[in-house]
């Protein structure tokens, strides 16, 4: 798989940059000319990886969200969202719906979500150096 075009892109993890972020990507994603749905699914999916980092990674401190993108000659587009934030303890614990570290309102779907609107996602933590959430997609667009 050969990769055609890419973008990078780092912010600052403030909350109000979040919808920034989705719109970014799916401005990017848009050249492969997806449907309505698969823009939304990457929307989502990268809404709550970016939400995560904000309000996992980081918790109470400010830090950098890094987010680069690709798209390949086979209509996949692969988005990596990582932070050097806190990293996560177990991802197989982490990954399970309901799951959360902070409790209150947070319902701990946030991998559920990302998994049930990407074709692929992977997760890799180090505790103490941060996290990277990797999302791939095959866009039906241009070549059906």
């Known amino acids: 798989m050969k990769t055609t075009n890419e973008m990078r ?4 993890s403030k909350s109000v940059n979040e919808g920034f972020s989705r719109v970014a990507v799916s401005s990017f994603a848009s050249s492969l000319d997806p449907t309505v749905e698969e823009l939304s699914d990457i929307k989502t999916a990268v809404s709550e990886a970016v939400t995560n980092a904000i ?3 980081y918790r109470e401190k400010m830090g950098k969200i890094y987010i680069t993108a690709a798209i390949t000659d086979k209509n996949i587009i692969r988005i990596k969202i990582r ?5 996560i303890e177990d991802i197989e614990k982490a990954r399970q719906p ?20 990407m074709d692929k996602v992977k997760v890799r933590s ?19």
């Not at 932070?83 to 990293?87: E, F, R, T, Y």
């Not at 941060?130 to 999302?135: A, C, E, P, R, S």
């Open 83 to 87: 932070d050097k934030g806190v990293g």
């Open 9 to 12: 892109l780092t912010f600052e």
């Open 126 to 144: 180090t505790p103490g150096r941060g996290t990277t959430v990797t999302l791939e997609k095959k866009i039906s667009g241009k070549d059906g």
């Open 55 to 57: 309000v996992h990674g």
């Open 98 to 117: 309901l799951f959360t570290t902070l409790g209150g309102e947070r319902a701990g779907l946030g991998f559920a979500v990302m998994e049930s609107f």
